[in-house]
Structures are given as structure tokens and as C-alpha cells.
């Protein structure tokens, strides 16, 4: 029964990836994927060029060589305009591999955006941003992998020699991808920012079926998010942030903060400090299926709880952070989830305007 359990365990593993999680990637360290977050954050940043690495690693102790894993790289830049204004480009390639059949996603897209400011002067100021985002994107899948139940032997065993009666002419796809987004964020001073933005994801609903005769649209994504820096007339400063995301049925809440210690005067150009942080994921997940009134139900569960660290080195920002895993599946997992490793690194120049973006 044991062994049952942690099986059944398993499977709803593997089923909610590929039916949720299959379809876009996320980040226990959103902040630093920007790019992936929202379009709009394509060029806010406080210097001239970023460049931004991810890793993460989930599931490895359930399954092992099996793990499911998630990468991604980003470059982008902003080019001045006018006396206040930017244009920001960027570019993002990430892969994701999920489960023993290597279910594979890869995507390559161009982002842009335009920051307007609305109001303030100088080092206090705010900015409305618009962003759009398009690429290309290919999903894979290794059949042969795959184990049915047509291949049991008949004494408690699988035999890969049996036929499986199944035949799968296509074992990949590539599909456009589309997004927009918007970005309001008030700069207080160099050291104290706020900003709220929201995207939409996947605007022309690629389909997602392995079989060219299905129709199997992408469910659009819409992000809301939020955050800031707040450090007050010492070295200790807050850092909240916020990101919702509504998928289909899907929905996921991810909120935490930072504490953030500054190791020098924190001015530009000489940014030393350390972070750490403390986080939770929400979710939502369907109840058993109600035969009276032939529904289901939808209850938001804790997922996750996550602790982050962060250490910046003038251009240089480096992110650790592990996810508990806190919901019914830890019962196979032991409470293990995901670890993530984040790099950022800036490039910049000399700035003859004096003006500030938040940090990420």
C-alpha cells in the first residue's frame, strides 16, 4: 500500500506538470527573470545593459535522473530618447524538461518596450512602460519511453518487447508565441522605488497538440505583479514583491519580502548588500468530483514555502533559493521541492541623465 501511495503520488506529480506547468514556466526567483516576467520590464534597469542567467531543479529527490529542470538566459539594454525617455530591447532563449518521456519545451523571443515619463523631475520621477514580446517556440516528447498498460507481462512486470498498440506519428511541433504588458513604477530616490505592472501572455493561443488533427489551444496568461525597495535612513531596507498568475483554470500566488543589508553607502556604482527572504506559493487544485451535483470544486492550497538569499557586488547580483515543498505531495517528497540558482550582471556607462529604475 506504501508503495501505492507514493506511485499515486507520483503520477499526480507528472499529470499536474503537464497539464499546468507544461505550458509555461515560472520562477520561485521571478524578480530576477525579468524578462520572463513581464515585456514591459525589457531595458528598466539602472545601468545600460543586463545580461541574466536562471536555473531550476525540481522533484530530484522523487525523481531522481527524472527531475524536472528549467533554464534561461536574457539579454537586454535601453537606448535613450529624447530628455527623459527610453526604448528598451532584449532577447530570451529558456528550456524546460519535464519527467521520464523528456517532455521538452524550447523558445526563442525578441522583447521591446518604450518608458514614458508621466511626471516628477530628475531622480524622482514616474514612468509608464508598454511591452511587447514575440518568438518561436518547439515542444517534444520521447514516446518511446512511454510504458502502457497493453506492455504488463502478466506477472507484475513490464516488458518493452510487447506492443504497446499505440502509434504517435509526431513527436514534436513549433509554434509562434505572442505577449504584451504594461509597467508603472515611481521612483522615490536612489534608494526607494515602487512598481506595479500586469502582462498577457500567449495572445494568438498556439496549438499544443502532438496530433495535427487536434485543436488544443494554449491558454492565455494574464500576470499581475508588484514590489518595491524601501530603505530607510539606516543600512536595513525592505524588499516585498508580489506575482499572480491566471492560466485557464489554473491560478498561482507567489508573495513574499527581503530583508535587505546594505554593505556600503548604496549610491550608484557602489552597490554592496546582501538579502535574505522569506516567501509562499499558493495554488488552486480541483476537489474530489462531487457526483450529486457532477462539479468539481476549487480550494487555493499551500504549495510552497521559500527561502531566498541575495548578494549584490556592484554589477554583479547573485540568487540562491530552495522551495519546502508544504502541500499533500510531500508526503513523497519529504518536503523537498525545487532549488534555484539566479546570476545578474550589469553593464554601465556613463549616465548624463539622472534618473533611477527599480531594482531587479
Given at each position: 500500500?506504501?508503495?501505492?501511495?507514493?506511485?499515486?503520488?507520483?503520477?499526480?506529480?507528472?499529470?499536474?506538470?503537464?497539464?499546468?506547468?507544461?505550458?509555461?514556466?515560472?520562477?520561485?526567483?521571478?524578480?530576477?527573470?525579468?524578462?520572463?516576467?513581464?515585456?514591459?520590464?525589457?531595458?528598466?534597469?539602472?545601468?545600460?545593459?543586463?545580461?541574466?542567467?536562471?536555473?531550476?531543479?525540481?522533484?530530484?529527490?522523487?525523481?531522481?535522473?527524472?527531475?524536472?529542470?528549467?533554464?534561461?538566459?536574457?539579454?537586454?539594454?535601453?537606448?535613450?530618447?529624447?530628455?527623459?525617455?527610453y526604448f528598451g530591447v532584449?532577447?530570451?532563449?529558456?528550456?524546460?524538461?519535464?519527467?521520464?518521456?523528456?517532455?521538452?519545451?524550447?523558445?526563442?523571443?525578441?522583447?521591446?518596450?518604450?518608458?514614458?515619463?508621466?511626471?516628477?523631475?530628475?531622480?524622482?520621477?514616474?514612468?509608464?512602460?508598454?511591452?511587447?514580446?514575440?518568438?518561436?517556440?518547439?515542444?517534444?516528447?520521447?514516446?518511446?519511453?512511454?510504458?502502457?498498460?497493453?506492455?504488463?507481462?502478466?506477472?507484475?512486470?513490464?516488458?518493452?518487447?510487447?506492443?504497446?498498440?499505440?502509434?504517435?506519428?509526431?513527436?514534436?511541433?513549433?509554434?509562434?508565441?505572442?505577449?504584451?504588458?504594461?509597467?508603472?513604477?515611481?521612483?522615490?530616490?536612489?534608494?526607494?522605488?515602487?512598481?506595479?505592472?500586469?502582462?498577457?501572455?500567449?495572445?494568438?493561443?498556439?496549438?499544443?497538440?502532438?496530433?495535427?488533427?487536434?485543436?488544443?489551444?494554449?491558454?492565455?496568461?494574464?500576470?499581475?505583479?508588484?514590489?518595491?525597495?524601501f530603505m530607510g535612513g539606516?543600512?536595513?531596507?525592505?524588499?516585498?514583491?508580489?506575482?499572480?498568475?491566471?492560466?485557464?483554470?489554473?491560478?498561482?500566488?507567489?508573495?513574499?519580502?527581503?530583508?535587505?543589508?546594505?554593505?556600503?553607502?548604496?549610491?550608484?556604482?557602489?552597490?554592496?548588500?546582501?538579502?535574505?527572504?522569506?516567501?509562499?506559493?499558493?495554488?488552486?487544485?480541483?476537489?474530489?468530483?462531487?457526483?450529486?451535483?457532477?462539479?468539481?470544486?476549487?480550494?487555493?492550497?499551500?504549495?510552497?514555502?521559500?527561502?531566498?538569499?541575495?548578494?549584490?557586488?556592484?554589477?554583479?547580483?547573485?540568487?540562491?533559493?530552495?522551495?519546502?515543498?508544504?502541500?499533500?505531495?510531500?508526503?513523497?517528497?519529504?518536503?523537498?521541492?525545487?532549488?534555484?540558482?539566479?546570476?545578474?550582471?550589469?553593464?554601465?556607462?556613463?549616465?548624463?541623465?539622472?534618473?533611477?529604475?527599480?531594482?531587479?
Amino acid at each position: 500500500m506504501k508503495q501505492l501511495k507514493t506511485f499515486l503520488l507520483l503520477c499526480a506529480i507528472t499529470f499536474s506538470y503537464l497539464a499546468v506547468q507544461a505550458q509555461d514556466i515560472h520562477f520561485s526567483q521571478f524578480y530576477m527573470s525579468p524578462l520572463n516576467l513581464n515585456p514591459a520590464l525589457t531595458g528598466v534597469m539602472n545601468s545600460q545593459v543586463r545580461v541574466v542567467g536562471n536555473y531550476r531543479n525540481q522533484w530530484a529527490s522523487v525523481l531522481k535522473s527524472n527531475a524536472f529542470s528549467t533554464y534561461s538566459a536574457s539579454y537586454d539594454q535601453k537606448i535613450p530618447v529624447g530628455r527623459y525617455d527610453y526604448f528598451g530591447v532584449g532577447g530570451t532563449f529558456w528550456g524546460d524538461k519535464a519527467g521520464q518521456l523528456d517532455f521538452k519545451t524550447l523558445q526563442a523571443k525578441i522583447s521591446a518596450s518604450y518608458s514614458k515619463r508621466m511626471g516628477g523631475y530628475r531622480s524622482k520621477s514616474h514612468y509608464l512602460v508598454v511591452g511587447v514580446e514575440g518568438g518561436i517556440a518547439q515542444r517534444s516528447i520521447d514516446f518511446t519511453r512511454a510504458q502502457w498498460a497493453s506492455q504488463h507481462d502478466g506477472e507484475g512486470g513490464f516488458n518493452g518487447n510487447l506492443s504497446s498498440g499505440e502509434n504517435f506519428a509526431n513527436d514534436n511541433f513549433i509554434f509562434p508565441d505572442f505577449s504584451a504588458g504594461l509597467l508603472w513604477f515611481t521612483v522615490f530616490n536612489e534608494r526607494s522605488n515602487f512598481y506595479v505592472g500586469g502582462a498577457f501572455s500567449h495572445l494568438n493561443r498556439a496549438n499544443q497538440s502532438f496530433d495535427p488533427q487536434t485543436d488544443l489551444p494554449l491558454y492565455s496568461k494574464f500576470t499581475v505583479h508588484a514590489g518595491g525597495e524601501f530603505m530607510g535612513g539606516g543600512k536595513i531596507g525592505l524588499v516585498p514583491g508580489a506575482v499572480a498568475l491566471f492560466q485557464g483554470p489554473s491560478f498561482e500566488l507567489n508573495a513574499g519580502a527581503s530583508l535587505k543589508f546594505l554593505l556600503s553607502n548604496g549610491r550608484r556604482g557602489d552597490n554592496q548588500s546582501f538579502q535574505l527572504g522569506l516567501w509562499t506559493r499558493l495554488a488552486n487544485r480541483a476537489s474530489p468530483f462531487d457526483q450529486d451535483n457532477a462539479t468539481t470544486s476549487t480550494t487555493i492550497w499551500a504549495d510552497a514555502v521559500i527561502v531566498s538569499t541575495r548578494f549584490d557586488y556592484n554589477n554583479f547580483g547573485l540568487g540562491f533559493s530552495y522551495d519546502l515543498n508544504v502541500s499533500d505531495l510531500s508526503q513523497a517528497s519529504n518536503g523537498n521541492g525545487a532549488f534555484e540558482f539566479s546570476i545578474i550582471y550589469h553593464i554601465t556607462g556613463e549616465e548624463k541623465r539622472d534618473v533611477y529604475c527599480p531594482n531587479f
